[in-house]
């Protein structure tokens, strides 16, 4: 049954929330309702909290989700991958750091406290590189189950923990650079900008054609040993 009735903008939000409170918005879509009402209703958080009979950190929660949070990673929680609580604490991470650690959640099957705990030792790190390959480290453990902790950074790093945060974040990169080119045309930015970043791309397949052909060689010489 369909049922017409007159509201405004903000209302319609709350209805909406409100009709499928428990069942029908993910995690995710809740959020996206919240954050129209933060940012483009301007109702503060206590009162969004207040018209929805929420806790006012649940409706933080639901921000951090679409404010904090890398899109990849808003794209595991929106999968089902990752649960909200998680993805809220991966939120602490730098954006560059989230995608890494979503992959050792989800790959690894980490509870809430364990992500915590991952987020720390990960924010222990200072250095960039560090916390790449203690993350890298993460995601090739030998046992799922095992809760996360502290790496002291006075241990040394293998080559292998290096290589590892190497590729993982050549995949990071080569993946946010293919959605921003296909985002946003080079003719959108001032003449001497598109005219840098056009030399910049012209400049790069090279660089990718001799990575493949060492990933290719290298690859073959494992298969035939």
Known sequence: ?????????????????????????????????????????????????????????????????????????????????????????LSRLPRGNQRAASLVVVRRGLTVRQTELLVDAALAERDEQARAALLAERLVGTSGAAVPGPVPSRMARSEADWMSADILRVHEIAARLEARLLATPLETFAPAATELIRDALVRLPPVLRALDLVIARVTRSEDAA
């Open 1 to 89: 049954m369909v049922r017409v009735v007159d509201a405004t903008a903000i209302d319609a939000k709350l209805r909406l929330c409100a009709l499928h409170a428990g069942r029908g918005l993910t995690d995710l879509e809740e959020a996206w309702v919240i954050r129209s009402l933060y940012r483009d209703d301007r109702i503060s958080q206590p009162e969004i909290a207040r018209l929805l009979g929420r806790h006012k950190s649940w409706v933080w929660r639901r921000l951090v989700l679409v404010e904090s949070l890398d899109t990849d990673v808003q794209g595991d929680v929106r999968l089902g991958l990752l649960a909200s609580r998680a993805a809220v604490a």
